[in-house]
């Protein structure tokens, strides 16, 4: 029969297994989304540089810092939606 200490070592196994295997999902995850928001940027972003009817929060958009926001803001929306299912 195992003592007290075996079993909280025991124990402490099992706690830094999930622990280890909680920490390398939210890992994967993070960077699933990381590459996700970039994939959206990237494809958003010409049509935000060609088009010359874009506004954002009421002003036109017209400099490429604009541009580079919306696009940022679109990519953002694109994850936000994407986690939401």
Do not use: C
């Amino acid at each position: 029969m195992a003592d007290q200490g075996e079993i909280k070592a025991a124990e402490q196994r099992g706690y830094n297994k999930g622990y280890a295997a909680g920490k390398r999902r939210k890992e994967d995850e993070e960077g699933g989304h990381a590459e996700f928001w970039q994939q959206a940027f990237l494809t958003v972003l010409p049509a935000l540089l060609d088009g010359h009817t874009w506004e954002m929060d009421g002003n036109k958009v017209v400099s490429m810092e604009d541009r580079i926001e919306l696009a940022r803001r679109a990519a953002n929306a694109a994850v936000t939606a994407a986690t939401m299912q």
